[in-house]
């Protein structure tokens, strides 16, 4: 089993930036790529971004290239989202998850690849 707790979320103004973390436990010894995803009330959960375990390959929503960057560390076992010019639009509960892929060079940006979840964490941006 696979744990994964987010932090980091909270109420922000437009413009503003945040940082969430993922923490991660369990069985972590093999590769995995890590990804972040949103939901916002009343919409499907959507992909955000991913990092492969090697991280040398991500991958980002177009609407969100440039203002969102995704990054991991392997000895800490996390992996963060950078957040940056929030718009009330970004409102959503944000999850990460992991995808035991085995490939170290690989990422997904399908919800149904993801094989452990997170609880979320609430990103609230006022106007």
Avoid at 36 to 61: C, L, M, N
Avoid at 67 to 87: G, H, Q
């Amino acid at each position: 089993q696979v744990q994964l707790v987010e932090s980091g979320g909270g109420l922000v103004q437009a413009g503003g930036s945040l940082r969430l973390s993922c923490a991660i436990s369990g069985r972590t010894f093999n590769h995995y790529a890590l990804g972040w995803f949103r939901q916002a009330p009343g919409k499907e959960r959507e992909f955000v971004a991913s990092i492969s375990w090697s991280g040398g390959k991500t991958d980002y929503a177009d609407s969100l290239k440039g203002r969102f960057t995704i990054s991991r560390d392997n000895a800490k076992i996390t992996v963060s989202l950078e957040m940056n010019n929030l718009k009330p639009e970004d409102t959503a509960v944000y999850y990460c998850a992991a995808d035991f892929v085995g490939d170290p060079f690989s990422t997904s940006t399908l919800l149904r690849n993801y094989d452990y979840w997170g609880q979320g964490t609430q990103v609230s941006v006022s106007s």
